[in-house]
């Protein structure tokens, strides 16, 4: 995982400007900058920013999980002027073992919120062989099928409007990126 961008999209005269909303999205400071780790469950939880996860000389952070019932989670919530936005991240997915009763699953997960801090719904991109999440119309799947190392993108208010229904675009002051390993069952 490195590089998220989180950025505000205007339109002006045709032209498209942004400025990066996320702290620290490239990883190349101190995870301590801008992210937060939160640990869930049992068994075994890290994560580590380390140059060489990705043939290139920046950084990438690995999140990682294993045995079920938990989950490792590194998130980072922001202030948004408007769900006009646009994410952009460069990812690799990857799970280990798993069944229908025990699965693994990676994400990168989109929440989004209102002025109480209230969850009002989610994006999931997600990698996993035995996941059992339905959409919803507060929770926008995306599956992944090519783990490897990948671009990708999210134009907010387009997932807003089409996977995401039920969240009101008015509503949502704050967004959460969040990469999440995942196990669950057992
Ligand atoms: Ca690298």
């Given amino acids: 995982m490195r590089k998220l961008v989180l950025i505000p999209v205007l339109l002006l005269a045709a032209a498209a400007f942004g400025q990066e909303l996320l702290v620290n999205g490239d990883f190349e400071q101190d995870l301590t900058i801008g992210w937060t780790r939160l640990d869930s469950g049992s068994g075994t939880h890290d994560v580590v920013r380390d140059p060489g996860y990705q043939p290139d000389p920046d950084n990438e952070v690995f999140v990682y999980q294993y045995d079920n019932p938990g989950s490792t989670t590194l998130i980072q919530t922001v202030d948004v002027p408007c769900p006009l936005l646009q994410l952009s991240f460069q990812a690799c997915f990857v799970e280990s073992g798993g069944s229908s009763t025990c699965w693994p699953a990676a994400c990168v997960s989109v929440f989004y919120y209102d002025a109480t801090d209230a969850v009002l719904g989610e ?53 959460g990126v969040a990469l999440v390993s995942y196990t669950t069952g057992g």
């Fill in 123 to 175: 994006s999931k991109f997600y990698y996993s062989t035995y996941a059992t999440w339905t959409p919803s119309p507060t929770l926008g799947l995306h599956q992944i099928t090519t783990p490897d190392w990948n671009d990708y993108s999210l134009n907010i208010q387009e997932e807003l409007a089409t996977n995401l229904t039920g969240v009101d675009p008015a509503q949502v002051t704050k967004v």
